[in-house]
């Protein structure tokens, strides 16, 4: 009578589930080696079991058929992919890296506000600890540079407004010098023309005199007062006796 069919389910004994992944794991690990040495290929093979333990066997070394399996499957890829395809392949996966990172900076900035702090372990707060105190420190050196900056920037303007409130000064005072050197000379310049015009004062008849349009005269005449009271050169007066004597 043959062996019937066997259903492939699950092993709910724990014993006889270990037993058989013992057996058919050397199984496995001996087929791999026989088609190897026989058939002169390239085999490589990884088998974890439920508790996570590593099992590999590789006739030319994992990591050789490893870059040899990515090199054939990255060329099979881009043969059947069409260039959009391929774009957008590229376009996803960036996007996933930026949303990954996007991802690990929002939990970093929780951490550092101090929130979400249960999932982590002692030595990551001690991390964090120590993070925190080297940001504070950073924070209160630059604080400081800041304020000392400061300091200095109104210092060096304290002396400038000096320097302009000396310049100003002096400019003053040496126009206040001027006005009075100016007020001493007018002055002095008023008094004597007032002495002038004491010393040079004319006569109101001279003043009219000067003041009367010139006449061409020519030799000197002398002017007398007759009886009548008009006003004669002396030449005619001298005539006008003669004349009056002759007729006498």
């Known amino acids: ?75 099979s890829q881009d043969n059947n992919l069409s260039v959009a395809d391929r774009e957008t392949q590229s376009w996803y996966q960036e996007v996933s890296k930026l949303k990954a990172k996007y991802e690990s900076l929002q939990r970093s900035q929780r951490h550092l506000l101090g929130e979400d702090l249960g999932p982590l372990s002692v030595k990551e707060l001690q991390n964090l600890e120590k993070q925190l105190e080297g940001a504070l420190s950073q924070a209160r050196q630059r604080k400081t540079q800041i304020m000392l900056e400061q300091m200095e920037e109104l210092r060096r303007k304290e002396r400038h407004l000096g320097d302009i409130n000396k310049q100003l000064k002096d400019k003053f005072q040496l126009e206040a010098e001027g006005q009075g050197s100016f007020r001493a000379i007018q002055g002095s310049w008023d008094s004597t023309a007032i002495v002038g015009n ?16 010139p006449t061409l005269q020519i030799g000197y005449h002398q002017y007398v007062s007759n009886e009548g009271g008009t006003s004669v050169p002396r030449s005619n007066a001298g005539e006008n006796n003669f004349i009056q004597g002759w007729v006498l």
């Open 198 to 213: 004491n010393n040079f004062s004319m006569h109101p008849s001279q003043s009219n005199a000067m003041d009367c349009e």
């Open 1 to 75: 009578m043959g062996r019937g069919r066997v259903e492939l389910k699950r092993i709910e004994n724990k014993i006889n589930r270990q037993v058989t992944f013992s057996k058919r794991r050397n199984g496995l690990l001996k087929k791999a080696y026989e088609l190897s040495v026989l058939c002169d290929a390239e085999v490589g093979l990884i088998i974890f079991s439920s508790r996570g333990k590593l099992y590999e066997f590789a006739s030319a070394g994992m990591t050789r058929t490893l870059e040899r399996y990515q090199r054939s499957s990255y060329n």
